[in-house]
């Protein structure tokens, strides 16, 4: 079965300190991945995606992302944390040429000043 | 402002009643999708619709009605069978269904029966 894991609910990291959020993913064919973030009450804003190519993903807001595709993991980075980074972030696959998006259950990210 | 828009942003059902949710995309996307949040579960998908007058269930689509009429609107309605509607509902779109492409999702509407 198609999945996407994020085995962390919540991850805590202090300002200015570099942070991780993990993602780990069994999707079949070549997988697509994306990276979201919702702040409070609000909607699914997209970060990044990898699709091909270079392993390293630059995205939004100074985040980027590695695939390791003998890992099956998409780690979401950031260099430096800000407390306004400080929200629920979600990874998801697509599966190849289909419209199916797989979401995981989301991690918490909270940023401690 | 190109994007996608729900509404309302806050909705009471009371037991047994119908209610609709709206949602409007001007960025010319082809598929639209309807997603359920509960916390601690991720999204659930209910329905998706890839054109015009074509949709398809999703995983929880029992108790759920949609229709897409214009290319801009898919408006989702949850029906008096859908026994627990309490929760976080998320309009998205993507330009169509083609392999690698960014879904993008509205601001999202909560449903709170009463």
């Known amino acids: 079965a198609q999945s996407v894991a994020q085995p962390e609910d919540q991850v805590n990291v202090a300002e200015g300190n570099p942070l991780t959020v993990k993602c780990t993913y069994s999707v079949s064919g070549n997988p697509y991945l994306f990276w979201y973030v919702q702040y409070p009450n609000r909607g699914l804003q997209f970060l990044l995606k990898?699709?091909?190519?270079?392993?390293l993903v630059k995205g939004s807001y100074g985040f980027e992302a590695e695939f390791n595709k003998s890992q099956t993991s998409f780690h979401l980075k950031k260099p430096s944390a800000l407390v306004s980074d400080s929200a629920l972030y979600f990874c998801?696959?697509?599966?190849?040429?289909?419209?199916?998006?797989?979401f995981g259950t989301g991690t918490r990210l909270k940023v401690l000043a | 402002d190109g994007g996608i828009t729900q509404s309302p942003k806050y909705l009471f059902r009371k037991e047994g009643q119908n209610v609709t949710l709206s949602c409007e995309q001007n960025?010319?996307?082809?598929?639209m999708y309807w997603y359920r949040q509960d916390p601690g579960q991720g999204l659930r998908l209910i329905y998706y619709?890839?054109?015009?007058?074509?949709?398809q269930k999703g995983d929880i689509a029992e108790g759920y009605s949609v229709s897409r009429e214009k290319k801009e609107s898919f408006p989702l309605t949850v029906t008096s069978a859908q026994k627990n509607p309490t929760a976080f509902y998320l309009c998205?779109?993507?330009?169509?269904?083609?392999?690698?492409?960014?879904?993008?999702f509205g601001e999202g509407s909560w449903l709170t029966v009463v």
């Open positions: 960025l010319n996307h082809d598929a």
């Open positions: 619709s890839q054109i015009v007058n074509d949709f």
């Open positions: 990898y699709i091909t190519g270079d392993n």
């Open positions: 998205a779109s993507s330009i169509d269904r083609s392999s690698g492409n960014t879904i993008y």
């Open positions: 998801a696959g697509l599966v190849s040429g289909t419209y199916k998006y797989i």
